[in-house]
Nanobody, 119 residues
Framework: QVQLVESGGGLVQAGGSLRLSCAAS????????MGWYRQAPGKQRELVAD???????NYADSTKGRFTISRDNAKNTVYLQMNSLKPEDTAVYYC?????????????WGQGTQVTVSS
């Protein structure tokens, strides 16, 4: 099991920036993929961005060019730098970890952090 603790959410005006952090309870090198997801009221949870243990990144079309996912292995922490925020970015943001062997993948979630972008 991996415990994940998110931080960095808050209220920001449109066009502003926030940086989210996700601290993992174990070494990132033992985790196949770390990701950020978000869920707005009345909508399904969606992928924002993810990063593999090898450093490959993947972004949702809606966040490309504005958001950057990164990792600090020494701190067991993954970050999501969010720039040029829009009101439609308002959601609860969740950190996710995928780990285990290829034939037995498991995943855990953080508790979420609220991001609110005012117009």
């Amino acid at each position: 099991q991996v415990q994940l603790v998110e931080s960095g959410g808050g209220l920001v005006q449109a066009g502003g920036s926030l940086r989210l952090s996700c601290a993992a309870s174990r070494s990132l090198s033992s985790i196949y993929k770390m990701g950020w997801y978000r869920q707005a009221p009345g909508k399904q949870r969606e992928l924002v961005a993810d990063i593999t243990s090898g450093g490959s990144t993947n972004y949702a079309d809606s966040t490309k060019g504005r958001f950057t996912i990164s990792r600090d292995n020494a701190k067991n922490t993954v970050y999501l730098q969010m720039n040029s925020l829009k009101p439609e970015d308002t959601a609860v943001y969740y950190c996710n970890a995928v780990y285990g062997s290829p034939w037995n993948r498991r995943n855990d979630w953080g508790q979420g952090t609220q991001v609110t972008v005012s117009s």
